[in-house]
């Protein structure tokens, strides 16, 4: 807006003109992004798995290909849905859920499925320290092993890999070692992951093979991990899965499932399976020994038939 303004002196008369900018605030645009169904799926799975790199991306919502996965994730960043941590130049990205993304599937009332829900508490879980970042992006390169192999394969589709432990924790009794003393008390566990894998049967039938996942990193003694395979036993023994099933305690046979441990390496995998094998504890026919880089169609494959 333009104003002019005459002023009177004693030579004459002062003309001036100046001009008036008006800035008006304006209110946080929306996202220039149509919002489909995938990533809508991408947004829940972060949410439960609190980080993601881009090729986990790939595997899991992209059927593998790593161009499409940027352009749609590049465009999310802009949207911002999805954000960086801070990263080395040499390091992967790390994404994880932006607060817009998590109000898009919050107010679409897509966090139902999940024991926590509010923005606060999801906060707390994306701010971990460098070495629960390290476990949880291992934990995901298991999942996106599983989506690309199993996606090789014709007659199995993984029907659910959970990795929130609060999703599927449990109490239970096992041996706990402290001080150099041994005891059975219960306690609670938390697996690294949940996973269902359905079956195509030859006569048109469906099958489905359940496991609990634990990532051994070769930080625990040998023998804490027994015992951890001694507390599934007991779980399942127990009818405490059964009774998550929605089942009688009496009738825990039918509903099974073993425990598939991602062994640090070799040699951990036959130490390990030296002490699984002993009769007398009754849980090597409830555990799949695998290292981490046998993780493939075929192996996966021989799990589920075992």
């Known amino acids: 807006m333009m104003f002019n303004l005459t002023v009177l002196c004693r030579g004459g008369t002062i003309r001036f003109s100046f001009g008036i900018i008006w800035f008006m605030s304006r209110g946080r645009s929306k996202p220039n992004i149509s919002v489909q169904p995938r990533d809508l799926d991408i947004l829940c799975g972060l949410y439960e798995s609190r980080i993601m790199t ?7 919502y992209f059927d593998d290909k790593p ?8 465009a999310l960043l802009r949207a911002g849905y999805l954000a960086e941590r801070s990263r080395q130049p040499n390091e992967p990205a790390i994404l994880y859920l932006a607060k817009l993304g998590y109000d898009l599937i919050h107010e679409r009332g897509l966090l139902s499925q999940f024991p926590q829900r509010n923005w606060r508490s999801f906060q707390k879980r994306v701010n971990v320290s460098d070495a629960t970042i390290r476990h949880e992006l291992a934990v995901q390169n298991i999942k996106a092993s599983f989506a690309s192999s199993i996606r090789q394969t014709e007659h199995l589709t993984l029907a659910e890999f959970s990795t929130w432990p609060k999703m599927y924790e449990f109490r239970t009794t096992r041996p706990v070692t402290e001080n150099g003393w041994t005891n059975h008390r219960e306690v609670l566990m938390k697996p690294d992951g949940f996973i269902r894998i359905h079956e195509q049967e030859p006569d048109g039938g469906l099958s489905e093979h359940v496991f609990f996942l634990e990532l051994d990193r070769g930080t625990e003694t040998i ?8 507390g599934y036993r007991e779980y399942y023994r127990s009818g405490g899965f059964a009774k ?8 825990y046979r039918l509903c099974p499932f073993r425990v598939l441990v991602v062994c640090h390496s070799e040699i951990r995998l ?5 002490i699984v094998s002993n009769k007398n504890l009754l849980i090597k026919s409830q555990i799949c020994l695998v290292t981490k880089i046998s993780i493939t169609g075929n192996t996966i494959l021989t799990i589920c038939v075992k």
């Open 270 to 274: 036959k130490n390990i399976h030296n």
């Open 54 to 60: 881009r090729a986990h991306l790939a595997a899991l």
């Open 244 to 251: 998550r099933c929605g089942m009688d305690e009496k009738e």
């Open 223 to 230: 023998q804490t991990v027994v015992n951890k395979a001694i």
């Open 67 to 74: 161009e499409a996965t940027k352009k749609r994730v590049q």
